[in-house]
């Protein structure tokens, strides 16, 4: 005789999960594995970025703070051009515009350019190599010239004086805007998904069209990029406490 039994508790929540509630929570755990992945590619993205964006951006950000003489003319240009246009625009003309040239489809630049990881890391490099020069342009400009003065009168020269004086300043006073560009980024990184690369939201879009859903899989997608979010304030809040410690008062 056949032992019949009843429904399971997992058999009850895929029910609740595919019948009684707004969001199929369930189908979006079984593809775990695709949104696990989604991250991968997300983080290694803005990661890679902003580690060579931001090394990028420190000698721009020198030579237009100390007004260089024709670069400080050059880095404006460059930091107008991918501050004025939207990432989207730019990661387009890198990755389509470039191959309708023979020349570049000719060149050793070839390889890299009609690969899309590759097309929409150049752009993310550049695009945040602007803001962030910017952001630390401000923030050479912004230390106090009596700081300046003083390591002048110290006999440091004019590298020692930037490399010891200047540069640990600014940076410690770019540290709250440098952490918002580091947010917008994530949320810049969605366009990748439109050139073929599965980040976060490409998993979203793939779970979406794969079982005919209107807003599971971008809803997901949300709450992922929400976590990533939280845990990159609460990393700059340490990083701040951390650099602005001699800034708090001490007890008598």
Known sequence: MDDERGPTLLDAIRDFSENASPLDFVLILEHWDMFLAGIGYTLVLVVVALVVGGLLSLPLAVARAYRTPVANQVIWAYVYLFRGTPLLVQLYIIYYGAGQFELVRESFLWPVLREPLWCTLIAFVLNTAAYTT??????????????????????????????????????????????????????????????????????????NSKYYLAYEGFIAAAVLYMVLVYVITRGFRIWERHWHAHLRPREA
């Not at 003065?149 to 805007?177: C, D, H, Q």
Request: glycine share 8%; proline share 4%.
């Open 134 to 207: 910017e952001i630390f342009r401000g923030a050479i400009e912004a230390v106090p010239f009596g700081e300046v003065e003083a390591a002048k009168a110290y006999g440091m020269s004019a590298w020692r004086r930037t490399t010891r004086i200047v540069l640990p300043n600014a940076l410690r006073r770019a540290l709250p805007a440098y952490s918002n560009e580091v947010i917008f980024m994530l949320h810049g990184s969605v366009v990748a998904s439109t050139v073929t690369i599965v980040d976060i939201l490409g998993a979203g879009r793939i779970l």
